[in-house]
């Protein structure tokens, strides 16, 4: 009887406070608030962006080709038009959606992959382990632009292929990072603790190892997220990106090259719209990393009343 | 050195051969080369085409087989080999060399051989097995190249009479030709003629900006803004979109009026594409013999396309299946929005285009025969072509002959006025193959037609150039002068 | 050791050779080179020729076999696009991207371990808050983007260097730039990130205990600690660079090897794409065992078997 | 108190808080000493009583936030510290002032070798590099280090926890600093060891007349070296006075209860059973030799092989505790890290119920780790940082998960810690936010969970004041008897040896030297090295002060 109040009771408890306390601790990281907000519009653009202002977004208008941005044509031109007329704000509403599908399932699939093999590769010094890091080698040696051609010839084009081609090519670095970084926990004392325990190699990487290493291997993909959106601007000249009249902000930022000199608007919001999603990402993710290490985690909690 | 007669060029893309007899096929090696290196026998005036003397003084066909040349006296090579008809016998002779794959060969001589005979030191023969009406054409286009030039592989030093002499050439950094001293004709005013590549349009337009070059080949037309330095220039590119006419809803003549009535060629004229663009009737320009001048270019009519589109449909035409267009974005400044905004005209008339980019070699695979026999989708394709030779032979027994290598048409009375119109000569061949355009254009309906395309150069102060249709195949060097 | 190196060399060489089947076989399906090399309306007969002289009308294991024949001879073949001998071509190329990159890299290294550890002194203060933006947008920045408006800032407005080109040392400065953006961003965000938790360590405090200036407690003592990520993350971007830094390259006109495999490749140029494929294998993978030393003399802990 | 400053360092009621989640920790309350030139200042305490914090603050050492100086001032020659520049303070750390830390394997920077790490000090004060490598080597050789020039370049590591700590002192001592701060300095040192290096400091303070500020928890050390003692709990000082006063007429509860507690006090400890089982542990010849490993990078003389293990060979009885003592770096923790895995041994077999231990199949592997548990020597390095202590101490729970229910593992973790002597709410506190000792405990809490056949302690009471000791060693006294446990108890404390182990093993230089029942060990020591050890035992100096 006496077990079963002590054990339910701090369960709850903690779990209550631990998502206000999550909330509490966002708000004293401004920065993290405004990405948080940023993304939250992303994420809505993404899902309603589509619905919303998908005609909207495609009626050509050579009127208002490279209109420059301002009020002049109602309020979806506030960021200017792009070479054939569109409104660059709509289109990066409804853009949000096929850039945030392809990076973000791009960058997942090479970061689950790269670091699963990555921990084996780190963690098993054998046969294995050197296998894994020769694919590595090769996987980085192969050329890209091949690797897409390969592609393209094979299958068909379409956003699989590129999620697929990003993805391949983005494995090595999560690999070898976190390759590098298992090579050194694994010889920390508290690893060694857990496995004389009896921790299966499961249970050590997992629980001991992988909280040491995300951070890393997170901060980098939230770069590669930008990276990754940029990466599949450079494919669509193949005709191996995403297929008009779909678009995406790699898209737009690749079709307004030519106008750098003579519309600059029409490459330089989706490159923001680029920039500034990683960069909440990378503050999210900093904020992120602050909560989840209990050595850094004051950072955050000991901001309310300034001492001193 | 004196560097103020030298002069820079930057180019799109990388001279990376330099083989005379693959001049007309291959890159930019013609702007290089033709008459400033390698002379040709007959030169074309570009307003009306017409075959001016060069290297040859006089030409006349003295059988229907035989062509017979006078050659210009007190001509050298460059390499000091004299010019006589054994010299010229031997650059034509080498155009058939089979170790060589002369690329220009084909569509110069369409399967013929020639066979050259020296008549005397400066007089020559040249015989075909079938009459070639168009020798003089087809002459201007055969740069003469040194005897000592070799013939089982592509030339890396090409050696000819014109006034420059090729004196570097590194494929992936620069190309410098230099006066040749020796040169039979008039001296051109440029000493030195450096060419470089950059393939971004933009900072070939900065280059002659800030002076690091004197003329940049192919800037984009919004960067072409300055009109003391920028100059446009039809440049006998014309595009289409080419098609397949084996499939439903293609093969249907009501969807095929449909998509071309969808276009608003107007429209584009100054705003994706440049002002000095043309909306075409016809697949070459009005200085080839053979134009049809009273086609007109299709009017823009939406509601007559759908009215179109939905009688098709009544009559059982599945115009809802989906329509690929294949197009690649090498082929002209800005054909992202040009597709674009076409797949979108034919949408809203209700006919279902998709845009499929595809790299240059599916899109060459695409164009020529062999098709294939049952293609997955009802398959359109964008293409340009560009005929300086003169003549609308180069174009219509390609692509619309039945037998042409391009041609996805078998229609035996169109078959018939073409081949009329390519063995006979004057105002009979003009009008057999004009007459054989109203054709293709009223009844037959294999493309939609769309622009003669225009370029920009951009020419630094110090120099003046004006370019004309055949700037994009050659450059003369004896035509640009110091201001 | 010895017996590490060896080891690692036949590894090394087995890739080599998985490599080499991949891209050999895998290129051959991207289409005829005839369709790029050839006129649109070439004859079947030209075409036919075309691939007889070029062998490509043998079955490809047959090409497989000659090809391995001439490799044995140290002969790359022969471009197809330049007709020269292709080892010639890359390595006229690579030293150019070498230096590229190099100097890209260790700039790129310098600069970002300097503001991502000062950043790490005190997370989230101002320094951070900049050195944070700073790094990401140049992280972030369109490659492309940047070569051209860095053209149009510095060699067409402000004429301090030149648009394009190779010849002087000003010609580097513009690519190295461009190049030097985005590892530099990442490489700083990667060095704020570890440095965070090894400024936190308890040997940071001892050396604090003994006056270490903290100059060298940051860049001495927290530094080294935090550097494994930092070489793997520089380790990749480098091999990305080696491996061509085709936008700049391409842009700037840079004669480099991004630029050669880029044209080999959209060109089918095999011979090339074998060499060049080979030649930058080769210093990707001496890269990796290099920075695998690297781990092992900057952490004594780590052991590799 | 007086006012006027001839104090060589002073501290007036310093207070220090730290943040943490569910609110403030109170580290230390208005503490006031101070320290002459030439004196030794001893402070006694109960473990987590604020001592290692209220020393740090002094050198400003205390990361501000969490922590938070609340008030108070610390003068240096009557300079207040807590207001000096950074710039300054680092002027005064390492030179005038240094410290010995507490846990040395994670105080080391494990990526520099030795000698650099020794010589930085003295770089850092201007010492120009070549003068203060030879210097560095001399300050090495000085505490104690064997083959010191063979050792400059290795890593932190690759020494013993008692070597680690010498060579800490000698960082510390290097610039002949006006005041030591030696946080637990001895806590792994065996008592020959021990007497050399208090032997070093006595001299240095004649010398140079340096103050020294010496926490420890061994009393047998107070009462030899120190002048006056400080006796702080729960972050107070609760008295104060010369060690004469404070041992002869100790005032504060607490301060009885230490002396009370002292492990000498009760008897050798007496093996009443008969042996019938087959022993738990056979372990036979074995050997462990330290290849130098190939240096690329680095200079240096290769240093010859060190021979950590020669031929050890023993048993280890069902419900029996072994104690392990010997000379610094003689191969106690090689002994234990071999037998559990941690090492591959260089030669000799052992033996777990018939499971060879060094050749380990799968399924007997399962078997070992469910039943022998291990206290690490360092115990801050084994807690993974990123685990609550109630997730530390479960863990094992985890792993085998038929030993406790889930539903029962919160209400265990806070017993076990209770029984440690921690409090029940520290079990959502992580690793960092705790003092030596306690981490200590928390190891040990953990080691005791799974309630395996044998538990290995390393040196695992070593940083707990005597009362805590007391409270440890009964607990685990009464879980043996209980539950027929085993230890393998690896300790340089003799009196809590003698008091706590059944049978004793002497090792030196790597070997066995001399094995049997605590009461023949320590009643008639055999060998010269056992007979040297017990002589120098302060702790007898102890019963007599008290
Ligand atoms: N970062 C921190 N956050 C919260 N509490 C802390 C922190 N650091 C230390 N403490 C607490 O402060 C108290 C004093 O710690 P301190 O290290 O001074 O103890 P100590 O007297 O040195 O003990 P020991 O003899 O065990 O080393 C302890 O109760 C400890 O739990
Ligand atoms: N990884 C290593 N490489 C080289 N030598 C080592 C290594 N680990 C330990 N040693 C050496 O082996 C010897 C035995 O070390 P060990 O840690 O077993 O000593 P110990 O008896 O536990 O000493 P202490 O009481 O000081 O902890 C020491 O001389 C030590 O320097
Ligand atoms: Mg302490
Ligand atoms: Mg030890
Ligand atoms: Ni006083």
């Given at each position: ?27 004293r ?25 998908g ?16 009020f ?18 709509l ?16 960058v ?12 084996v ?7 294995l ?19 897409a ?11 699989a292929n ?89 898209a737009m ?8 000199g ?32 209990p ?14 | ?23 007309m ?55 000091g ?15 058939f060399a ?24 400066l ?35 090409p ?27 008039k ?13 971004e ?7 002659v ?105 009544a ?5 809802d ?40 070699i ?44 391009l ?40 493309d ?24 994009q ?8 002068t110091?201001? | ?48 020729a ?14 497989f ?5 001439t ?16 080892l ?30 000062l ?7 101002i ?33 301090w ?16 730039m ?65 491996n061509?830094a085709?936008?700049?390259?391409v ?10 495999m ?8 095999f ?7 080979i030649?930058?294998?080769a ?16 952490n ?6 | ?21 569910d609110?403030t ?26 001592k ?16 938070r100086i609340?008030?108070?001032e610390?003068l ?9 520049t ?7 750390n ?47 050789e ?51 060891v ?14 140079r ?9 061994d ?46 006090r009760?008897?050798?400890?007496e ?16 050997s ?9 990078f ?20 069902r419900?029996?505790?072994l ?43 399962n ?47 806070r ?16 690793p ?17 969970a ?16 005597v ?17 027929n ?23 030196h ?8 029942t605590?009461?023949?060990i ?25």
């Amino acid at each position: 009887m006496e077990n079963v109040t002590s054990t339910t009771v701090p369960v709850r408890k903690t779990e209550r406070t631990s998502l206000r306390q999550s909330l509490d601790l966002l708000w004293r990281d401004k920065f993290a608030v405004a990405a948080v907000l940023f993304l939250i519009i992303v994420v809505l653009a993404a899902l309603l962006g589509p619905y919303l202002f998908g005609q909207q977004s495609n009626r050509i208008n050579l009127l208002t080709r490279n209109a420059a941005p301002s009020f002049a044509h109602g309020w979806a031109f506030v960021l200017g038009a792009d070479a054939l007329g569109r409104p660059i704000l709509l289109r990066l509403f409804v853009g949000a959606q096929n850039t945030i599908i392809l990076a973000v399932s791009a960058v997942i699939l090479s970061m689950i992959v790269g670091t699963a093999l990555g921990f084996v590769a780190g963690y098993r010094n054998d046969w294995l382990g050197n296998v894994i890091l020769r694919v590595a080698d090769v996987l980085m040696s192969f050329p890209s632009l091949l690797l897409a051609l390969i592609v393209l010839y094979v299958l068909t084009p379409g956003i699989a292929n590129v999620i697929l081609v990003l993805a391949i090519t983005r494995v090595p670095i999560y690999l070898r990072t976190a390759r590098a970084e298992v090579l050194e926990v694994r010889e920390r004392t508290f690893v060694t603790a857990a496995d004389i325990m009896g921790a299966s190699t499961w249970r050590l990487v997992w629980r001991h190892i992988r909280p040491a290493v995300m951070p890393t291997l997170v901060t980098i993909a939230t770069l590669e997220i930008a990276f990754v959106m940029l990466a599949e601007s450079s494919l669509s000249f193949l005709g191996l990106g995403i297929q008009a009249p779909q678009f995406t902000w790699g898209a737009m930022v690749a079709q307004g090259q030519s106008y750098l000199g003579t519309a600059w608007w029409v490459a330089f919001w989706p490159g923001v719209a680029i920039t500034l999603t990683a960069m909440s990402l990378n503050l999210l993710a900093n904020w992120v990393r602050l909560v989840s290490d209990p050595v850094q985690r004051w950072r955050l909690e000991a901001k309310e009343p300034s001492h001193d | 050195q004196d560097k103020s007669k030298d002069i820079t060029i930057v180019m799109p893309s990388a001279v990376d051969v330099v083989e005379p007899c693959h001049m007309m096929s291959t890159g930019y090696i013609g702007l290089v080369l033709r008459q400033n290196v390698v002379e040709s026998l007959i030169k074309l005036d570009p307003k009306d085409s017409t075959p001016q003397p060069l290297l040859a003084e006089s030409w006349k066909q003295i059988d229907p087989l035989t062509w017979r040349i006078n050659l210009r006296k007190n001509v050298k090579f460059q390499d000091g080999a004299s010019f006589n008809s054994a010299g010229v016998k031997a650059a034509i002779d080498r155009l058939f060399a089979p170790a060589l794959l002369c690329r220009d060969k084909d569509r110069l001589f369409a399967g013929q051989t020639l066979e050259v005979k020296p008549v005397d030191d400066l007089t020559l023969d040249i015989i075909s097995k079938q009459p070639m009406p168009l020798m003089p054409l087809t002459l201007s286009q055969i740069g003469i190249t040194s005897p000592n030039t070799p013939t089982t592989e592509a030339s890396k030093h090409p050696v000819g009479t014109g006034p420059y002499v090729l004196t570097s050439w590194n494929p992936t950094q620069s190309l410098v030709l230099k006066q040749f001293d020796g040169y039979w004709g008039k001296k051109p005013q440029i000493q030195q003629a450096t060419y470089v590549w950059r393939s971004e349009p933009a900072l070939r337009a900065s280059m002659v900006a800030v002076g690091e070059a004197d003329i940049a080949m192919q800037i984009a037309p919004q960067d072409a803004v300055n009109p003391d330095t920028d100059f446009g220039y039809l440049n006998a590119d014309t595009s289409r979109v080419r098609i397949f006419m084996d499939q439903a809803p293609l093969n249907d003549v009501r969807v095929r009026k449909a998509l071309n009535l969808a276009i608003d060629r107007g429209s584009f004229v100054g705003t994706i594409l440049s002002k000095g663009v043309l909306p075409a009737s016809q697949y070459m320009m009005s200085n080839i013999n053979g134009y049809n001048p009273d086609l007109k270019v299709w009017p823009y009519d939406a509601e007559e396309a759908t009215r179109l589109v939905e009688e098709a449909r009544a009559a059982g035409v599945p115009v809802d299946k989906p329509i690929v267009m294949y197009g690649s974005d090498f082929m002209l400044a800005n054909s992202n929005e040009l597709f674009e905004t076409l797949i979108q005209s034919w949408q809203q008339i209700g006919l279902n285009v998709k845009l499929e980019m595809v790299d240059k070699i599916q899109l060459s695979a695409t164009r020529h025969k062999p098709f294939p026999t049952n293609r997955p989708t009802p398959t359109m394709v964008f293409e340009t072509h560009d005929n300086a030779a003169g003549d609308a032979f180069y174009t219509m027994m390609v692509y619309y002959h039945s037998s042409g290598d391009l041609s996805n048409i078998a229609d035996p009375a169109l078959d018939k006025l073409l081949e009329k119109g390519s063995t006979s000569t004057g105002d009979e061949r003009r009008k057999a193959f004009q007459e054989a355009n109203l054709k293709i254009q009223q009844d037959i309906i294999p493309d939609v037609m769309l622009f003669h395309l225009e370029s920009f150069i951009r020419v630094g102060p110090r120099v003046s150039y004006a370019p004309d249709f055949t700037t994009q195949g050659k450059l003369e060097l004896a035509d640009v002068t110091f201001k | 050791m010895n017996t590490y190196i060896v080891n690692r060399m036949v590894y090394s060489a087995i890739s080599m050779v998985g490599l080499i089947i991949l891209v050999f076989f895998l290129a051959r399906l991207t289409g005829n080179p005839a369709e790029l090399y050839l006129p649109v309306d070439a004859t079947p007969e030209l075409r036919a020729a075309f691939s007889q002289v070029n062998g490509l009308d043998q079955p490809v294991l047959v090409q497989f076999w000659r090809f391995l024949v001439t490799l044995l001879h140290l002969d790359f073949g022969n471009s197809l696009r330049l007709e020269r001998p292709a080892l010639q071509l890359v390595l006229t190329a690579f030293p150019t991207t070498l230096i590229l990159a190099f100097s890209a890299m260790a700039l790129a290294l310098v600069v970002a371990i300097v503001a991502g550890a000062l950043a790490a002194c005190a997370p989230n203060g101002i320094l951070d808050r900049l050195v944070n933006v700073v790094s990401l947008s140049s992280a972030s920045l369109p490659n492309f983007w940047l070569a051209l408006v860095s053209i149009l800032v510095f060699a067409v407005w402000l004429k301090w260097v030149p648009t394009s080109g190779t010849g002087t040392l000003a010609h580097w400065i513009l690519p190295i730039m461009v190049l030097f953006a985005r590892p530099c961003g990442l490489l700083a965000q990667v060095v704020r990130g570890s440095m965070i938790d090894a400024l936190s360590s308890a040997y940071v405090k001892t050396a604090r205990s003994k006056g270490v200036r903290s100059r060298s407690i940051i860049f001495v003592h927290a530094l080294r600690n935090a550097m494994l990520p930092v070489i793997t993350v520089a380790g990749d971007q480098m091999s990305g660079m080696i491996n061509g830094a085709v936008v700049v390259e391409v842009i700037f006109g840079f004669p480099g090897i991004g630029k050669l495999m880029m044209d080999s490749i959209q060109y089918r140029d095999f011979a090339v794409i074998q060499c060049g494929v080979i030649i930058t294998a080769a210093a990707i993978f001496l890269m990796n065992v290099l920075i695998d030393f690297a781990y092992v003399a900057l952490n004594p802990r780590i052991r590799f078997k | 108190m007086i006012e006027v400053n001839d104090h060589l360092v002073e501290v007036r009621n310093l207070s220090v808080d730290f943040h943490t989640r569910d609110g403030t920790v109170p580290a230390v309350q208005d503490v006031s000493w101070y320290v002459n030139r030439g004196e030794t200042l001893a402070i006694l305490g109960e473990s987590g009583s604020g001592k290692s914090v209220s020393s740090s603050a002094l050198m400003g050492l205390i990361d501000m936030p969490p922590g938070r100086i609340t008030s108070g001032e610390v003068l240096y020659r009557g300079e207040n510290l807590l207001n000096a520049t950074p710039e300054r303070q680092r002027e005064i750390n390492g030179s005038k002032i240094a410290m010995v830390f507490q846990d040395t394997l994670a105080a080391f920077n494990p990526v520099y070798q030795i000698g650099w790490q020794v010589a930085e000090t003295l770089r850092s004060h201007g010492v120009p590099k070549k003068v203060a490598d030879v210097k560095a080597l001399e300050l090495l050789e000085r505490v104690g280090i064997p083959n010191a020039s063979g050792r400059f370049f290795d890593y932190p590591h690759q020494f013993s926890g008692g070597q680690r700590q010498r060579i800490m002192i000698a960082m510390a001592i290097a610039l002949n600093p006006d005041l030591l701060i030696a946080d637990e300095p001895t806590t792994a040192l065996d008592v020959t060891v021990q007497a050399k290096i208090l032997r070093l400091l006595k001299e240095l303070q004649r010398e140079r007349g340096m103050g020294l500020l010496l926490i420890t928890h061994d009393l047998g050390i107070v009462a030899g070296i120190a002048d006056r003692v400080a006796i702080m709990q729960g972050g107070k000082i609760v008295e104060t006075g010369t060690v004469r006063q404070v041992f002869e007429t100790p005032q504060h509860p607490y301060t009885h209860r230490l002396f009370d507690a002292v492990p000498g006090r009760r008897v050798v400890s007496e093996t009443a059973r008969t042996l019938v089982e087959q022993p738990l542990l056979i372990v036979q010849d074995l050997s462990k030799e330290y290849l130098s490993p190939a240096r690329l990078f680095s200079r240096g003389a290769t240093a010859a092989p060190v021979l950590a293990l020669n031929k050890v060979s023993f048993k280890l009885e069902r419900g029996e505790t072994l104690g392990i003592v010997g000379e610094s770096g003689s191969g106690k923790s090689t002994l234990a890290r071999t037998l559990i895995g941690l090492e591959t041994a260089t030669g000799g077999g052992a033996s777990y119920r018939g499971h060879d231990l060094l050749n380990r199949t799968p399924a007997g592997l399962n078997q070992v780790r469910r039943q022998i548990q291990m206290v690490f020597q360092d115990p801050t390095a084994s807690l993974n940082p990123r685990m609550s202590v109630r997730e530390i101490i479960s863990e094992p729970w985890a792993i085998h998960d038929d030993v406790v229910p889930r539903n029962k593992w919160d209400t265990r973790v806070r017993d076990l810690l209770e029984q440690v002597g921690l409090q029940r709410d520290h079990a959502d506190r992580y690793p960092h936010q705790f003092s030596g000792g306690q981490r200590q405990r928390i190891a040990i809490a953990r080691a005791l969970a799974l309630q395996p056949e044998i538990i290995i302690f390393d040196e695992a009471v070593s940083s707990l004041d005597v009362s805590v000791q007391a409270q440890v060693i009964e607990l685990l006294k009464s879980l043996k008897d209980d539950y027929n446990l085993s230890y393998l108890f690896i300790a340089h404390d003799l009196p809590v040896v003698r008091s706590f182990a059944d049978r004793v093993l002497v090792m030196h230089r790597g070997a066995i030297v001399e094995q049997g029942t605590s009461r023949e060990i320590f009643n008639n020591p055999k060998h010269d090295y056992t007979r040297e050890l017990l002589q120098s035992d302060p702790a007898l100096n102890v019963h007599a002060a008290i």
